[in-house]
């Protein structure tokens, strides 16, 4: 008798053997065991766990101390704040409380002390279904420049600057498959000491685009340019942008890193996925009149990254035997490393400030995905 067979043969012989006394148990066992082929005692078994109800397993350990509430606010931060690491995201939660409240709802008072009072592996353990649930690289455009090569020196390593205003540049290509024609690039600005972050698009990563996005940038910066420091790229390494910083009343130092060794920009190459490819992903943007869009939507961003995400800094790093052991400090935005860094003004405290206070982060991520979902459409 095959499996099913024997399924429904035990099924209809059920409702007999529980309602009938030791005697007649008996003679059903006999006969199932003959039909089916089943020794004695698995017959047994098989009909006490069709006649005994399932009983539910007692949980063992404490009962859990954070439910469904402290759970959903957990997961709402992590997806508006760009599903930061846990350690991130407990020191977000402090600033970003507030303006949950404005927006959903206010929270109770032991909900709020339980979400500050939070460990990052206590964050980890109970966003895994979250994770779980919303958890190929592209072509590289760097084409090594010919000019200046003496002019510009090299630097591999930036670990000893201790003020804002060195800056790290960087081009990503909307090519899609192909680097072939003309299409739209994404350009990367970053500070080593505080991790503020401006992108611009530019057609073509031509001198002249590049340099006039550049100086675009500088002018919206919060604190004053002193270095430069790019890859190899002919898009940074030319007369008009080396003259552009070169010949001023107080000239920035301009650097770039080794042919090929990606880790001489390592602060601006990390920005290349968070800042660009979250964006606009890996397809190709070959229409020119996008870019004014595109440019609208890098400056909303930079609001809601600048501000409002949290960023890890490498303190020391020290070799043990194979290994590496790193060491870093305490998750701050850049908003906050420039305000505690005591190398702005006042004058340029009082800006930052007043514009932290006309911000909330939940405004601009929806700000955020309107633009994008508006350049998106204008791509299909």
């Known amino acids: 008798m095959g499996g099913k067979s024997a399924r429904e043969y035990l099924e209809a012989i059920w409702e007999r053997y529980r309602d009938v006394g030791r005697k007649y148990k008996k003679l059903i066992l006999d006969e199932f065991c003959r039909v089916c082929g089943h020794h004695r005692k698995h017959a047994i078994r098989l009909l006490r766990a069709r006649q005994r109800p399932a009983r539910r397993r007692k949980a063992s350990g404490r009962p859990p101390r954070f439910g469904a509430a402290e759970r959903q606010v957990l997961t709402r931060i992590w997806l508006f704040g760009n599903r930061p690491c846990s350690r991130r995201l407990k020191s977000m939660l402090v600033s970003w409380l507030p303006f949950y409240e404005q927006r959903y709802a206010r929270l109770e008072p032991s909900v709020r002390e339980k979400l500050l009072g939070l460990s990052k592996n206590t964050i980890d353990r109970l966003l895994i279904p979250t994770r779980r649930r ?15 090569h003496n002019q510009i020196p090299i630097k591999t390593e930036h ?43 530019v057609w073509n990563k031509g001198a002249t685009g590049v340099r006039e996005q550049l100086a675009d940038i500088e002018q919206g910066l919060p604190f004053r340019l002193q270095g430069f420091h790019s890859d190899n790229g002919s898009e940074f390494l030319n007369h008009h942008l ?4 070169a010949e001023r009343q107080l000239p920035i130092i301009q650097t770039r890193g080794r042919p090929r060794r990606g880790n001489d920009s390592a602060h601006v190459e990390q920005k290349n996925w968070t800042h660009v490819r979250q964006l606009l992903g890996y397809q ?16 909303t961003w930079a609001l809601f990254n600048n501000f409002f995400c949290t960023n890890l800094k490498l303190v020391a790093k020290e070799k043990i035997g194979s290994r590496y052991r790193k060491t870093y400090d305490e998750p701050k935005t850049p908003y906050q490393r420039l305000m505690d860094s005591g190398h702005l003004n006042e004058a ?22 309107h633009q994008q979902r508006q350049v998106l459409n204008m791509l299909r």
């Open 159 to 201: 670990w000893t600057i201790a003020q804002p205003g060195f800056m790290q540049a960087d081009t990503v290509a909307h090519c899609g498959s192909s680097l072939e024609g003309e299409f739209v690039w994404s350009l990367t600005f970053t500070d080593v000491f505080s991790g503020w972050t401006e992108n611009r698009a």
């Open 242 to 245: 080396h003259r552009h910083y």
């Open 284 to 299: 190709r943007i070959d229409d020119p009149t996008l870019i004014p869009q595109i440019n609208t939507l890098y400056r």
């Open 348 to 369: 340029e405290k009082t800006h930052l400030t007043e514009l932290a206070c006309n911000l909330n982060p939940f405004s601009l991520k929806n700000q955020i995905d």
């Open 134 to 148: 919303y958890g190929a690289r592209g072509r590289s455009g760097t084409r090594p420049g010919t000019l200046l």
